[in-house]
């Protein structure tokens, strides 16, 4: 247990766990996810009747039915569509969405990209396993160029989407990555996400131990992490490795290069700041890595500040009842281009 906000009583992780039987394959990597959430909710001192989950379609999307808050498990790429209304029409709540690569990239991908450029007051969990898992293991837009699946028995001729990328583009004030295998990294990118107002992405690289098991191996297995994962830390060089011997600078002409630190020196690290407000260099940190065989960033990319979309709807409503009143429906409807219809001629 821990320390609750004003007013709400202090819970456990058991207290947010549903009576429902968590039905996902033995070993796949939506159950650590689970737990870092149960885990975490507690110590951030929320009331379990003020928290929404809401998912769309996929394996990720059976989230709702395991925690003990409200949920919805809504339709194919439509959580954060759904996800909005919701936020907007009750600012109270703390709204969270768990989609999956296919669901939020792929038919979800234009409601996910409008979520985040309004920066509606979401915290969305993107779980990546660069594969279909619920429809047994088509490419999804995750997966690599050559991916062989069912879908693309010759390999897959499609550029793969980067998802932090993604979010930076759309201009998301709070872009982020962690990985199934570490609780504890999972709960602290977890908590950022939550106590940022606005739209906050966190990806999270997810093994499907069924239909694309080991995809993530290469950086996230505990014997590769030391020299492939690139962590960010605000305000730090960027620094990695065993003894942090790597390091990351950048050149001239605007390139990212991985260099060992003792023949540079220390001084012409970059320093990572996630809050600038040019997404650049966020930008160039998503492209670091070709994909998750590389020495891969993870962490908190760009954090900053800009008014949330529900705001914003708010303030613009007092300020129309300000200069005009509240309105009156009956004139509304009948303001403009109307018709009268009048009898048929007989």
Known sequence: MSAAGPGVPATSRKDWAS?????????CGDYSILAAVQTLLPELGVARERTVFVSGIGCAARFPYYMSTYGMHTIHGRAPAIATGLALSRPDLDVWVVTGDGDALSIGGNHLVHALRRNVNMTILLFNNQIYGLTKGQFSPTSELGKVTKSTPFGSLDRPFNPIALALGAEATFVARTHDMDRRHMMEVFRRAHDH???????V?????VFNDGAFEQVTGRAAREEMLVPLEHGQPIRFGADLHKGVVLRADGRLEIVEVADV??????????????????FLLAHLARGPFEPTPIGVFRAVE?????SLVDAQIDEVRRRKGDGDLAELLRSGTTWSVGEPAS
């Open 19 to 27: 009576d429902q039987e968590v039905r996902w394959c033995p070993g």
């Open 197 to 203: 107002k606005g739209a906050a992405l966190v990806e």
């Open 205 to 209: 690289y997810q093994n499907c131990n």
């Open 265 to 282: 020196g220390e001084s012409a690290l970059l320093v990572h700041d996630e809050r600038r407000e040019d997404p650049g260099i966020a």
């Open 306 to 310: 800009r008014p949330d979309y529900g």
